[in-house]
């Protein structure tokens, strides 16, 4: 799981440059794409991160429901 989660990292790092590179070309009136594959990419990028999210989300009530009232994993 923890491996996966770091893969997930580094697409998301990935991703994040792709948007930006997108964006501030957009904000600079010379888009890279149309602005449909903009919006794609967009959504894309959104739906990876809440994807991404939740699955921390699981692993943390994982760990949760394994700790003891109080006390710590040993």
């Known amino acids: 799981m923890a491996r996966r989660l770091r893969e997930e990292h580094d697409y998301d790092d990935d991703a994040v440059i792709e948007v930006r590179e997108a964006l501030l070309a957009l904000a600079a009136r010379h888009p890279l ?3 449909d594959a903009t919006g794609y990419l967009l959504r894309s ?7 991404h999210v ?19 994993l040993n």
């Open 54 to 72: 939740r699955a921390e989300q699981d692993l943390l009530a994982i760990f949760t429901d394994l700790t003891p009232p109080g006390g710590t």
């Open 45 to 51: 990028f959104f739906e990876s991160l809440r994807r």
């Open 33 to 35: 794409q149309s602005a």
